[in-house]
């Protein structure tokens, strides 16, 4: 199983940026800790950051046929990108939308996420921890897909038996 995780603009300044919002935890920090959970659990995960738009859209693309999730903090595109949305809709992928601080407890413009609709859930407002969160959604979520495809394949054997 191979976890992709994208991150949008300006999450490469996190540890310096608005740390009454966001925290002083770096985002190579974060990774780390994501990269040992996912060891733990005997999962590939790779990590993405941009700032800009199309290549957020690009590396969703890439993913299918290369992930079997996506763990996506769009940042600020979250309010904006309908592009991102449709990305994500177009690789079908089970997608776990992660927001550090609470997006609904901030600026109102902030509140409505047009990517949350194509994902499977919204984690937000648990500080870097809400990746961590995500990593678990997105396990017990691979493991539902795996068994349920395991349980298909023994009913199509004793089909054809």
Request: proline share 4%; with cysteine; net charge negative.
């Amino acid at each position: 199983m191979k976890i992709m995780v994208i991150q949008g603009p300006n999450l490469n300044m996190l540890g310096v940026r608005e740390q009454n919002v966001y925290g002083p935890m770096k985002l190579e920090q974060i990774h780390e800790q994501m990269r040992g959970f996912a060891q733990q659990n005997g999962v590939d995960i790779e990590f993405f950051q941009s700032n800009l738009e199309g290549e957020l859209v690009d590396k969703i693309q890439e993913c299918l046929g290369d992930a079997d999730g996506i763990i996506i903090n769009p940042a600020a595109y979250t309010h904006t990108s309908i592009a991102i949305r449709d990305a994500l809709a177009a690789v079908a992928l089970p997608a776990i939308e992660v927001h550090i601080s609470n997006i609904h407890a901030r600026e109102e413009f902030r509140h409505k996420s047009l990517i949350a609709p194509v994902c499977a859930g919204q984690i937000s407002g648990f500080g870097p921890f809400s990746y961590h969160l995500a990593m678990v959604a997105m396990l017990q979520i691979l493991n539902e897909i795996k068994a349920m495809k395991e349980m298909q394949q023994k009913q199509a054997e004793g089909q054809q038996a």
